[in-house]
């Protein structure tokens, strides 16, 4: 087996814990601890957002207990912090089917809003040719028809949501439960367009002493079992990342090269075909806010900024948990270097201006322009900051693939996106 090098420099700069490559080889490293690694910092990170999807929870059962501008406010507090580790977790999607199969349960998107509560007619409009359940609205209309099946939706439970609701018809963007369907039923929709401002959800939607948007107690009993349901989801993935978990276990089972490749090819579909294109190239080219993924909070910033983290983090080897503390071990990086220390030293670079790029679309948009106003059609400016970000990720990209290539890995295909291989397309 080969032997590899790993790495433990850091350096700081413009306020971001940026890695520099060591000036020696400090000691030997095997692809299996690679993996080990890797299985480790994926189970500190679904454990992580297990942990602040708790809290969540809890925000919300206290919003429940006593709704007020306050207890709505920090509800959203606690949904924002949750979407930090979580996102970060993305970059283990598309290697491992696992979490694939398990994924859109809790992160998919975009989502037709109306199935699950009133919306601006005007704005949404009634009825989809590709969705019948547009507009349902299932907190006011306990029973509808799928596949000309009756179901009654009279008590909203988890089981109901996962089941019944999420993906009804076999239709994506009946997105019911998870991360998206929480932000909507805090926020409400946000109907600024790419002017500024979020969604502006009143507390009241949740009093039923003094009710707007009609239906508060069945808007509760919603809220509340998609938070339970989100809880008991990262309970799952927590699981299979464990010291017995079929996640960890598959990729050890596995042999040691066919882990490697899984790797990086979840590092580059994440970077390309999903963050680089559907996620931002997409919504760019159309200029369009309802391509952003955190659309109702204007959050979309910091999940981009976030998931770029993620693929950092999983090329070095090292995860900074919640509570401060950092789970690390030997790296992707490790390897690449023992191969071709140019090569390592060119995918750090590429990484850190990566998030040099994240980092001032984050400053911008904690500035006061949100990311649905700097993918708006008259801002050059807005336009450029995130087309840097996006730049960075097709740079990374490519030198992911010449990654493979210097470790002797099987050739792997990665996710594309029209947004970037045939933008013509988008316009048809």
Request: with cysteine; glycine share 8%.
């Amino acid at each position: 087996m080969s032997i590899f090098a790993r790495t433990t420099a850091c350096a700081l700069v413009a306020g971001f814990a940026f890695a520099a490559a060591p000036a020696a080889l400090a000691e030997t490293v095997e692809p299996r601890a690679v993996l080990k690694t890797y299985a480790d910092i994926a189970h500190a990170t679904y454990e992580d957002s297990l942990v602040t999807a708790r809290k969540l929870h809890a925000a919300i059962e206290a919003l429940i207990a006593s709704p007020s501008a306050g207890t709505l406010a920090a509800a959203k507090t606690a949904w924002l912090a949750a979407r930090v580790p979580y996102q970060q977790s993305e970059a283990f999607r598309f290697g491992n089917p696992i979490v694939d199969d398990w994924e859109g349960r809790v992160n998919a998107w975009p989502l037709d809003e109306g199935l699950i509560d009133y919306v601006d007619s005007e704005l949404y409009g009634t009825e989809s040719e590709e969705n019948d359940l547009y507009a349902h609205n299932v907190i006011a209309n306990p029973k509808f028809t799928v596949d000309g099946k009756e179901v009654d939706a009279s008590e909203i439970t988890p089981e109901l949501i996962a089941t019944k609701l999420h993906e009804a018809g076999g239709v994506e963007a009946n997105v019911a439960s998870g991360y998206h369907a929480i932000e909507f039923l805090l926020w409400g929709q946000d109907l600024n367009g790419t002017g500024p401002g979020a969604g502006k959800r009143p507390h009241t939607d949740y009093d039923t002493g003094n009710c707007t948007g009609g239906n508060c107690d069945r808007r509760i009993a919603y809220l509340r079992a998609a938070a339970k349901l989100l809880v008991a989801d990262l309970e799952e993935m927590v699981g299979n990342w464990g010291p017995e978990g079929a996640a960890r276990k598959q990729l050890a089972d596995a042999p040691a090269d066919e882990g490697l490749s899984r790797i990086l090819m979840g590092m580059g579909s994440l970077s390309y075909g999903e963050l680089a294109g559907e996620r931002m190239k997409l919504g760019l080219l159309l200029h369009d806010p309802e391509e952003e993924h955190d659309c109702f909070s204007d959050n979309t910033y910091n999940s981009h900024f976030y998931d770029a983290l993620g693929i950092r983090n999983v090329y070095l080897g090292r995860y900074v948990r919640v509570d401060g503390s950092a789970v690390e071990g030997p790296s992707m990086s490790d390897l690449a270097r023992a191969a071709d220390p140019a090569l390592d030293n060119e995918m750090r670079m590429k990484l850190d201006a990566t998030q040099a790029a994240m980092s001032a679309m984050k400053a911008r948009a904690e500035g006061g322009e949100a990311y649905d106003q700097m993918i708006g059609e008259n801002n050059a400016a807005g336009n450029k900051t995130v087309q840097a970000a996006i730049d960075g990720l097709i740079a990374q990209t490519r030198t992911i693939e010449r990654i493979v290539a210097a470790l002797n890995l099987k050739r792997i295909k990665l996710e594309g996106s029209d947004s970037l291989d045939s933008p013509d397309k988008v316009f048809q």
